[in-house]
């Protein structure tokens, strides 16, 4: 059974920065998808950025220039590098990982920007 442990949230001003850390264990499938979603109060969960196994990224046009998603295939771990943080990145952070069509979700990490 696949499991996702972040790691890394917390409260910090604008314009500071935080690390997301998310390592996977558990039978992972060596082709995969790794990813950050994030869902703020009221709103629906949202993609942040995800890479894939070889290395292709993908972000949202939101945090496009000021996230950086990175990943250790020999830890089984992801990164989320959050520079320049705005009050509007304020939300719970979900690590996923989708391999095969099924899909596995972390239990989340908060982050929050004060202005």
């Known amino acids: 059974q696949v499991q996702l442990v972040e790691s890394g949230g917390g409260l910090v001003q604008a314009g500071e920065s935080l690390r997301l850390s998310c390592a996977a264990s558990?039978?992972?499938?060596?082709?995969?998808?790794m990813g950050w979603y994030r869902q703020a109060p009221g709103k629906q969960r949202e993609l942040v950025a995800n890479?894939?196994?070889?290395?292709?990224?993908r972000y949202t046009d939101s945090v496009k220039d000021r996230f950086t998603i990175s990943r250790d295939n020999g830890k089984n771990t992801i990164y989320l590098q959050m520079n320049s943080l705005k009050p509007e990145d304020t939300a719970v952070y979900f690590c996923n990982l989708v391999a095969f069509s099924e899909n596995y979700w972390g239990q989340g990490t908060q982050v929050t920007v004060s202005s």
């Open positions: 558990g039978g992972i499938p060596s082709i995969n998808i």
């Open positions: 890479i894939k196994n070889g290395g292709s990224t």
